[in-house]
């Protein structure tokens, strides 16, 4: 039997990267999946392909800083597939690195907004429809503030932080009714966003270099990881931050 079978997730940042990767996989091991971005157009390629492959996906775009859109994705879920067993949010952003000094406000809060906010207001509407049968919530933080600091990353570090604290609250909250509650921390990933950092073959060198197995990952290898949280493969999982990082936290070469 599938990992996923019979259960039903919803997937933010899904329109690329470890998002979309994440909805791939977990529709290939049964789940049916409500894939969520701000891009349309790639989350209606993505249902194409989850489709062709016989698999079941629905998409919803929008901004997942808004708390309607957190509880319309709940309520596709409910309405399409008749219930939610994961929720996987993954959906985030550096930002525009920088000193602190020269931070705006603006760009801080739009950072906390999209990357801590966002997992709050899914959350918040996720859990309450997990409670009838359990579940399984998973945020997408970084080893970045966790294991390490990299410099002009303090509001990313920080929002991402964040979510570690909030899924072991989370955890210890609703462990009793059946909703287990992790935070997957990966490293170095090629997806477009991590290119914004890897963009010359010196930087890609350097970022390759501060990991253990001195590549970067797959998005389909940071999915894996994911697909774990999400099945009853880690049933006595629940309020820890799973490091998924290629070794950069215990590097020193």
């Given at each position: 039997m599938s990992l996923l079978s019979n259960k039903v997730a919803i997937i933010t940042g899904a329109s690329s990267g470890i998002g979309r990767a994440?909805?791939?996989?977990?529709?290939r091991e049964g789940a049916c999946v409500v894939v969520g971005a701000r891009r349309q157009p790639e989350l209606d390629l993505l249902v194409e392909?989850?489709?062709?492959?016989?698999?079941?996906?629905?998409?919803?775009?929008?901004?997942?800083?808004?708390?309607?859109?957190?509880?319309?994705?709940?309520?596709?879920?409910?309405?399409?597939?008749?219930?939610?067993?994961?929720?996987?949010?993954?959906?985030?952003?550096?930002?525009?690195?920088?000193?602190?000094?020269?931070?705006?406000?603006?760009?801080?809060?739009?950072?906390?907004?999209?990357?801590?906010?966002?997992?709050?207001?899914?959350?918040?509407?996720?859990?309450?429809?997990?409670?009838?049968?359990?579940?399984?919530?998973?945020?997408?933080?970084?080893?970045?503030?966790?294991?390490?600091?990299?410099?002009?990353?303090?509001?990313?570090?920080?929002?991402?932080?964040?979510?570690?604290?909030?899924?072991?609250?989370?955890?210890?909250?609703?462990?009793?009714?059946?909703?287990?509650?992790?935070?997957?921390?990966?490293?170095?990933?090629?997806?477009?966003?991590?290119?914004?950092?890897?963009?010359?073959?010196?930087?890609?060198?350097?970022?390759?270099?501060?990991?253990?197995?001195?590549?970067?990952?797959?998005?389909?290898?940071?999915?894996?990881?994911?697909?774990?949280?999400?099945?009853?493969?880690?049933?006595?999982?629940?309020?820890?931050?799973?490091?998924?990082?290629?070794?950069?936290?215990?590097?020193?070469?």
């Open positions: 994440s909805a791939i996989l977990f529709a392909e989850i489709r062709h492959e016989g698999g079941q996906a629905v998409s919803l775009a929008g901004d997942v800083k808004s708390e309607t859109y957190a509880r319309a994705l709940v309520d596709l879920a409910l309405t399409r597939f008749g219930g939610l067993d994961i929720a996987f949010n993954n959906a985030g952003t550096t930002g525009t690195p920088g000193s602190v000094p020269a931070l705006e406000l603006a760009q801080w809060q739009e950072i906390l907004d999209t990357n801590l906010t966002s997992a709050f207001v899914g959350a918040k509407y996720q859990i309450p429809a997990m409670q009838a049968r359990g579940g399984s919530l998973i945020f997408t933080s970084t080893f970045v503030g966790h294991t390490l600091g990299l410099p002009g990353m303090a509001a990313y570090a920080a929002s991402k932080a964040g979510l570690i604290g909030l899924t072991q609250v989370l955890a210890a909250e609703y462990g009793a009714q059946g909703v287990r509650v992790n935070t997957l921390l990966p490293g170095g990933t090629d997806t477009p966003m991590g290119r914004a950092f890897t963009d010359t073959p010196e930087s890609l060198a350097f970022v390759q270099n501060m990991h253990a197995l001195k590549r970067l990952a797959q998005p389909e290898e940071i999915a894996r990881s994911a697909l774990y949280l999400a099945s009853d493969a880690s049933s006595f999982t629940t309020g820890i931050a799973l490091l998924a990082d290629g070794g950069v936290s215990i590097c020193r070469t």
